[in-house]
């Protein structure tokens, strides 16, 4: 099993900052990829930003410029540096894993999701 826990999230006017942490645990092998999400009030669940292990970044468009996105492969961390918030960021924060775990028999794909962390941006 592979957990993922979030933190970070919270209340912030409109041009503030947040920074999201992900930390992923368990009978993790490898990490692929790790990826924060987020999901508006009567909207799907979109991707933010995903950064690849060897620290290759994607961001969705509205936040280039703004979100920059990090991980620390040791810790099996991921964070999200967000600054210049907007209302419209205003969302739960989902971060992602996949990769490989082993359980000292076998290894197995594992695409894991955090329970999510509430971001909320004032006007």
């Known amino acids: 099993q592979v957990q993922l826990v979030e933190s970070g999230g919270g209340l912030v006017q409109a041009g503030g900052s947040l920074r999201l942490s992900c930390v992923a645990s368990?009978?993790?092998?490898?990490?692929?990829?790790m990826a924060w999400y987020r999901q508006a009030p009567g909207k799907q669940r979109e991707l933010v930003a995903g950064i690849s292990n060897g620290g290759s970044a994607n961001y969705e468009d509205s936040v280039k410029g703004r979100f920059t996105i990090s991980n620390d492969n040791a810790k099996n961390t991921v964070y999200l540096q967000m600054n210049i918030l907007r209302p419209e960021d205003t969302g739960v924060y989902f971060c992602?894993?996949?990769?490989?775990?082993?359980?000292?028999?076998?290894?197995?794909?594992?695409?894991?999701w955090g329970q999510g962390t509430q971001v909320t941006v004032s006007s």
């Open positions: 992602n894993a996949d990769g490989i775990r082993h359980d000292g028999r076998s290894y197995w794909d594992f695409d894991s």
């Open positions: 368990g009978d993790i092998f490898s990490i692929k990829t």
